[in-house]
């Protein structure tokens, strides 16, 4: 079988490593990237692949199978539907779009021209993210009641270089609060409300940089998130996974899950159980599930090549990221109008 012919448009850092994750995959085949950059030209060049600067420049001449949409976020539209329209299925970054409305459009598109859309939430990938959610949704750990989240590190100064990075839109709610949201409804199910105050007062960017939030699930599970880009610390998820060479492993934790019967650490997988009845009374004991991280990516781009060649159902489609999103947006809204968002 011929490899699936793939482009990527936005050759920056998620794009190059889409680019990494796809040399390694022997069904999948990059014929183009799209970017005006100098250095993504240089790239195309090394690959031994076309380049072009607009996406409509590479539609006018070859048509792939698939394309990588890894452009800053408020330029997730435009080519997306571009893609589309010519009859690509596409793999977009997340947050699939900046706001609702764009993203109910890549929806109806897709859907008109019977073409897949799959959102980059490349953590559900990983096995220790299908474990937590077996070990959550079974009677380990009792009726859940709680969860907390934390995502705190300092983004390096030379990450705001690009103009981009320091408007809301690129801010830590819709970078990486995104993926945490995911997280969250992945493991927990549906967000019925949200609830968060945001403060923005360290690097004087438009963007906020700490956030407080209370999220209710429909289940009636409670749950508290703190997010900041503005301090060192080893309570994120890059940090407690390792999942990226750039920020070293600590293998901390950056969420409990807190049970009726035990409580559950993750990304650890550590699970902590009273020995004898689950009170206050009873010395505790913790039990660890080891699960080996694969590469997400790689994981992500072949699942997408079996979703192009028919293969595979979308693990992740444009109706499923758009309620992540809507979660994530729901913190700007409830900041400024002081009052719990129902969704
Ligand atoms: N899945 C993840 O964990 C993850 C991690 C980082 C970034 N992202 C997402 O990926 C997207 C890009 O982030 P980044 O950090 O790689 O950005 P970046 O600034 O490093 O790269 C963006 C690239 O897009 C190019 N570009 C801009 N406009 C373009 C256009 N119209 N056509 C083609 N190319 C264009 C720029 O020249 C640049 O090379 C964002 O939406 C971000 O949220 C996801």
Known sequence: MTAVKLAIVGMGMIGK??????????KAALIAVVDPAEQAKAIALNEG?????????????????????CTPTEIHLAPTISALEAGCHVLVEKPIAGNLEEAREIQLVAERVNRNVMVGHHRRYYGLMEEARKIVSSEKLG?????????TSRKADDYFIPQWRQQSSSGPVLINLIHEMDILRFICGEIESVTAQLQTNFRGHPKEETAAIIVRFK?????T????????????????????VNFPHTGQNS?????????????????????????WNHLMKMEETPVPL???YIAQCRHFCGVIRGEEMPRIT???????????LAVFDSAKQRQTILL
Not at 17 to 26: F, G, V, Y
Not at 219 to 223: R, T
Not at 257 to 279: H, V, Y
């Open 17 to 26: 490593r889409h680019l990494q994750a796809m040399t390694t995959i022997k």
């Open 49 to 69: 692949v076309q380049w072009f600067g607009k996406i409509e420049e590479m539609l006018a001449d070859v048509v792939p199978e698939g394309v990588i949409v």
């Open 143 to 151: 009726r859940l009641l709680a969860v907390h989240g934390q995502w």
């Open 219 to 223: 289940s009636g599970v409670l749950g």
């Open 225 to 244: 998130f703190l997010l900041s880009d503005a301090t060192p610390s080893p309570w994120n998820w890059e940090h407690a996974t390792g999942e990226n």
């Open 255 to 279: 969420y409990c899950f807190m049970g009726t019967d035990a409580c559950l650490e993750f990304p650890n997988l550590r699970i902590w159980q009273s020995q004898g009845k689950p009170d």
């Open 294 to 296: 694969e590469d997400a």
């Open 318 to 328: 444009a109706e499923d990221a758009s309620k992540t999103l809507a979660a994530t």
